[in-house]
């Protein structure tokens, strides 16, 4: 037996190898008593190819890890990936290259298995930051964690020498869950770092950093302490006009972004705010349904951040956004717990085939669905789209049968080698909004539908 939980979508696997025992028998007294109080947690988690061995700030569950891969942020006509793909599309339009290609790089599959360095010590969050609680995070043991932000990737991309970034992927975070909370959720994170010759093309005499500052690095000691008297204005090291110059960039391009998604008369402000990683630090909110509501975090990356990554000409800016969150504003999607539902009632509203124009969300039944298949076969010489539109038949279906139908979909059309004649299936999913529909009465639905479709098209149900 294994003593190991196997995370891969839903492969789970829980027991006590030999070796394992014997490392459990070995281990000292308090480690056993504490395996004795939680006899549920594996002695190691296997996680995504990766194997760690747990201790006592093991906190991530099963339910939990089943997340894991799900890539909702990825799935075809999810509301998450047309966010997704929305954001990534205006950063593309919004920077090119001399020749016409998007400046941005985009890693929307990045391991949320990460270090406490990467999501923490990287970005200079202090060592006695709530944020770093056990009580918020979800732990595998005490150096690695199921990211909390998607912030936990920029050292690692810059070191790569990437400078125009974006990170899209899930976050976990131990909440309540309701209609606006849940334990896992998606961000966009982005990154952009600029040189000197770059920021200041129309005025070459300016410099990014201020000629006092020695350039070298700072006191670990001071990044890990928690003060939050940090000057609003600019980080030390930074000129004035560097940073006046990427905040007036940055603001542009997410106001832009803001538009994009809301429409370009959406009330906003910006409201000053504090990030470990940025200095200046801002937060954008929009007016929405009487409300502000906070959409975006973004400022100046701490210069600290950049020289650990080993870059120390550009000054940078990031922002970090929850997809959710512009989802259930854009398309009034009520519960954040929709987002991990397979109710094709859900998602079969959204489609990525026209990412701008997307309806609001009609409320789906509680009740269970019932799916039926109708086929058969066209006259002689009539097929689909020549003679035989499926429009005519969805709106012959909802005459018919009204709202209990929820989805029509033609599933399937051949043409019969020998006779000529065309086939058509379509499946129709029938739900009432308020009560559970028996199958007798599903199925004298589907009679009527077809015998209607008889009169009016000239079928042969088959
Ligand atoms: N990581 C922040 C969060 O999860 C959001 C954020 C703020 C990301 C500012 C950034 C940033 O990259 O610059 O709340």
């Known amino acids: 037996m294994l003593l190991t939980l196997r995370v891969h979508g839903s492969r789970l696997c829980l027991g006590i190898t030999g070796q394992q025992r014997r490392r459990l028998l070995a281990s000292s007294a308090a480690e056993e008593a504490k395996k004795v109080t939680t006899p549920q947690q594996p002695l190691q988690l296997e996680i995504n190819g990766g194997t760690y061995a747990t201790d006592s700030w093991t906190n991530v569950t099963p339910k939990i890890l089943s997340h894991l891969g799900l890539n909702k942020h990825l799935q075809r006509d999810h509301p998450l990936s047309i966010m997704r793909q929305r954001i990534v599309n205006y950063f593309y339009g919004a920077y090119r290259n ?67 970034f974006l990170v899209v992927g899930e976050v976990y975070r131990r909440d309540e869950i309701d209609s606006t909370h849940y334990p896992v959720f998606h961000q966009a994170d982005a990154v952009r770092l600029v040189t000197k010759d770059k920021l200041f093309e129309r005025n070459p005499g300016l410099e990014l950093f201020e000629e006092t500052w020695s350039g070298s690095l700072a006191d670990p000691k001071r990044i890990l302490s928690s003060s939050k008297c940090m000057d609003q204005t600019k980080q030390p090291c930074h000129t004035l006009e560097a940073v006046k110059l990427m905040e007036h960039e940055m603001k542009h391009v997410l106001v832009g972004l803001t538009k994009e998604l809301f429409g370009p008369r959406i009330k906003y402000r910006w409201v000053d705010t504090y990030f470990p990683f940025t200095q200046p630090s801002w937060e954008l909110e929009i007016y929405f349904k009487d409300n502000w509501l906070e959409v975006l975090g973004c400022g100046i990356m701490r210069h600290e951040i950049l020289q ?125 909004m308020e009560r559970t529909m028996t199958q007798a009465e599903v199925n004298e639905m589907h009679k009527q539908i077809a015998d209607a479709s008889v009169e009016s098209f000239n079928v042969q149900i088959r």
């Open 308 to 432: 650990q990554a080993g870059v120390h000409q550009s000054i940078g800016y990031a922002f970090g956004v929850g997809l959710e969150r512009l989802a259930m504003i854009l398309f009034d999607i009520p519960d954040i717990r929709l987002f991990w539902s397979n109710d094709s009632g859900f998602l079969s509203q959204f489609s990525e085939q026209d990412l701008q124009n997307q309806p609001k969300y009609k409320a789906i039944s509680h009740y269970p669905q019932c799916t039926n298949d109708l086929s058969f076969w066209l006259p002689p010489d009539v097929e689909v789209d020549a003679g035989f539109s499926p429009n005519d038949f969805y709106d012959l279906v909802r005459s018919v049968a009204g709202d209990v139908v929820e989805q029509i979909r033609l599933v399937d059309k051949f043409k019969h080698p020998k006779t000529g004649k065309s086939s058509v299936c379509f499946r129709i999913v029938y739900r009432h």
């Open 98 to 164: 001399q020749r016409g290609n998007p400046l941005f790089s985009v890693y929307d599959q990045l391991n949320p298995v990460v270090t406490v360095q990467q999501n923490f010590d990287n970005l200079l969050i202090p060592s006695d930051h709530v944020s770093r609680q056990k009580s918020d995070c979800y732990y595998i043991n005490r150096e690695h964690l199921l990211r909390a932000h998607t912030t936990a990737h920029q050292v690692q991309l810059i070191s790569g020498g990437l400078d125009n």
